[in-house]
């Protein structure tokens, strides 16, 4: 069992709130998390046809079957229970009653600020993350076995390539998932959609473009991304705002959650691939900030992240809002550095002026060490930098 870095922060706000709602892909880990959370409480899933029928039937009588409080797995196929929840929690008074878990923010969050704004917390649990892989001894030698793999729990505690594990997690999400959600009946040019996604992790994203390449119209591609992003496959980071007197683009950059997915997708079977793939810069990148984005989640926080570009091509991969300003960080993939691999950081620090924070350099050797101000870091300790001490 690897320990996960959210367990605490769940733990905390089981104390203030009377339901938490843990939220992110499926095969994250929600389950088993909140089992462990609740060993003492009772566990129900509503996948389950029969649980699930009891609780659109009689709502009020299925729930008085945990008085003093259980996990409740995938509500998203029950919604209508959220409201009969809501009249329990203000009725009962106690904290930490109910654990919620569920593989989509669509609709599902709206349903829950509607029925239990006030009334629940959110965890959004990502896989594994690089500091849990580490600390439980499973952290892959290299980055190009990271990358490949990428770090769904499944393939840590079972004997199966990423690739088989792969093969039947994507048809699972299409056949379910995609199902529900659009009713889609092109399921080959689903698939063939989020293919050419992974070939554009890490690249701005044209909407019009993608959808002429796959065949469809323009709505329907930002309708089948709205999914992607709500079922944790995707997310979207976009431009910073501030123009420092520069023209920025205006278009968002797609990133996939996790990089051993993308590395499937494109067809990725071996570490030797990855070494010499066209895109291997763009899977590290994703990579990297998908980590990055674990650190904040774990931590119970939305991560403020941007990227910035502009006209001329200058660029910073990423670029974090704080309380005390603006933290830029670069990525590279290779594992050596040059002068050039510093150029787009110095451009953007001399432009931020006094809003910039110390900028760091993520990137494909082992070292950490400072260069002339800034905090360079290999790619196994990028879990930890932005990580509260």
Not at 110 to 117: G, K, V
Not at 295 to 321: C, K
Not at 328 to 337: A, H, R
Request: glycine share 8%; charged share 20%.
């Amino acid at each position: 069992m690897i320990d996960r870095e959210a367990e605490q922060t769940i733990r905390n706000l089981l104390r203030g709130f009377p339901i938490v709602t843990i939220t992110g892909p499926r095969q994250s880990g929600k389950t088993t998390l909140a089992k462990i959370l609740f060993s003492d409480r009772p566990y129900a899933s509503l996948e389950d046809p029969d649980l699930r029928q009891a609780a659109q039937d009689d709502p009020r009588s299925f729930l008085g079957r945990f008085p003093d409080g259980a996990v409740l797995d995938e509500v998203q196929r029950c919604p209508d229970i959220l409201s009969y929840l809501q009249t329990i929690v203000d009725a009962d008074g106690r904290m930490g009653l109910y654990i919620l878990t569920g593989s989509q923010q669509l609709g599902l969050m709206s349903e829950i600020t509607q029925s239990l704004a006030g009334r629940t917390a959110f965890i959004e649990l990502l896989p594994f993350s690089l500091p849990e892989l580490s600390h439980a001894g499973k952290l892959p030698a290299t980055a190009n076995t990271m990358l490949l793999n990428g770090s769904y729990p499944p393939l840590y505690d079972r004997d199966m390539s990423s690739a088989s594990w792969f093969a039947a997690y994507v048809t699972a999400y299409v056949e379910r998932d995609v199902r529900q959600l659009l009713k889609v009946q092109e399921l080959e040019t689903f698939q063939r959609f989020v293919r050419l996604c992974a070939g554009r992790t890490g690249q701005l994203l044209n909407l019009s473009s993608l959808a002429t390449e796959c065949g469809i119209t323009h709505n329907t591609a930002k309708s089948w991304i709205s999914v992607l992003e709500a079922s944790y496959l995707v997310f979207l980071l976009r431009p910073h705002h501030a123009n420092f007197n520069k023209r920025l683009v205006k278009m968002p950059k797609l990133y996939f959650y996790d990089a051993g997915l993308v590395s499937w997708l494109l067809g990725i079977r071996t570490p030797e691939q990855i070494e010499t793939h066209p895109l291997r810069g763009n899977i590290f990148e994703t990579f990297i900030i998908s980590e990055l984005i674990k650190s904040q989640f774990n931590q119970g926080e939305r991560p403020a992240f941007f990227f910035w570009r502009d006209s001329n091509g200058n660029e910073v991969d990423l670029i974090v809002q704080q309380s005390a300003g603006l933290m830029p960080i670069e990525i590279k993939s290779g594992k050596t550095l040059t002068r050039d691999s510093f150029v787009g950081l110095e451009k953007w620090c001399a432009l931020a002026g006094d809003k910039a924070m110390k900028p760091s350099l993520i990137y494909g050797g082992s070292l950490a060490y400072e260069h002339k101000g800034v905090k360079v870091l290999g790619w196994q300790q990028s879990g930890d930098l932005l990580n509260k001490t």
